[in-house]
């Protein structure tokens, strides 16, 4: 790699929480409420064998159901005691803002080029029950269209890239969709380094299983009222945000029986979304070393 002088978040503890906890909350629209957090880490993957183990004998899928039920955002524990006001303690230990160590951060950046990576759902946008509507307010674009001026940008969603450019509406910014298997950087002529134009799709090859798997799960999960595939070019998310709780057994069957016929694909569950993704060693934290090194080619120092 490209011997570089950035400042970036650590990938491992997610890339959403340090930008989002640095932007006002004015930002987001008042009328959605702000959900719990997730737990740390946004995604979680159950191997192939360990999903086996999970559903052979009966009971194991309740088993995966309780799973769903304590990463998704809008639920707390019932296995908790702790007080909204411990609870709200335990997640600023965890996820510490960075405007409280804000002159550390001026102060090590000092004579180094800083790089800012945003997810977009749950930090430029608010979660919403319908993905399709998961809009940024104008706000928070000129916010991103600010930083933008002085910084390198990039969006780095599980989304289709092409959903999040949709959304975000800025032409200057890095984009990687798909859990950061489909990456494009600015044209040449809205980009003001030495080049333009990155472009990176480490999972190609599994363009039409992606698209075969989608049209299967449309057809399999019809009868589950509230439930709803989305096509995110390089992976597919299945949204049970809006099923009922006594219906996520029978979703996680549908999904597992697909998954079973394509061996090079793997399932991994996220905050109200179960994906289906292909089993290549690439996510987001490669994404960010990816687009970290090809901008330390032409970033003018």
């Not at 737990?39 to 191997?47: E, K, Q, S, V, W």
């Not at 984009?175 to 480490?202: T, W």
């Amino acid at each position: 790699m490209t011997n570089q002088n950035v400042v970036v978040p650590d990938a491992k503890k997610g890339i959403d929480i340090t930008i989002a906890m640095a932007l006002p909350k004015s930002l987001f629209s008042p009328v959605v409420p702000k959900p719990l957090p997730a737990a740390p880490g946004g995604y979680f993957t159950i191997t192939r064998k360990r999903f086996s183990k999970k559903t052979e004998t009966g009971g194991k899928i309740s088993s995966w159901v309780d799973s769903m039920r304590d990463s998704s955002p809008t639920r707390v524990k019932s296995t908790t005691s702790l007080s909204e006001t411990e609870e709200k303690n335990s997640w600023i230990v965890n996820h510490p803002s960075a405007l409280n160590m804000f002159e550390q951060i001026v102060k090590g950046s000092k004579g180094k080029q800083i790089v800012m990576f945003l997810d977009y759902d749950g930090t430029l946008s608010p979660i919403v029950e319908d993905p399709d509507r998961a809009f940024m307010t104008n706000e928070m674009r000129e916010a991103v269209r600010d930083v933008a001026t002085y910084f390198p940008t990039a969006i780095v969603s599980g989304r289709c890239r092409n959903k999040v450019y949709s959304f975000v509406r800025l032409a200057g910014l890095y984009y990687a969709g798909s859990h950061g298997m489909d990456i494009k950087g600015p044209s040449k002529n809205n980009c003001k380094y030495k080049k333009g134009g990155v472009l990176f799709q480490p999972a190609s090859e599994f363009l039409p299983m992606i698209d075969e798997v989608y049209n299967v799960l449309l057809e399999r999960t019809k009868s589950i009222p509230g439930a709803k595939v989305e096509n995110n070019k390089f992976c597919v998310s299945v949204h049970f945000r809006c099923v009922e709780e006594k219906m996520w057994a029978i979703l996680v069957e549908q999904v597992r029986s697909v998954l079973n016929d394509y061996p090079k694909l793997r399932l991994t569950q996220g905050r109200k979304v179960l994906e289906i993704r292909p089993t290549i060693k690439w996510d987001k934290g490669k994404a960010l070393e990816f687009l970290l090194e090809s901008l330390g080619e032409y970033i003018i120092f």
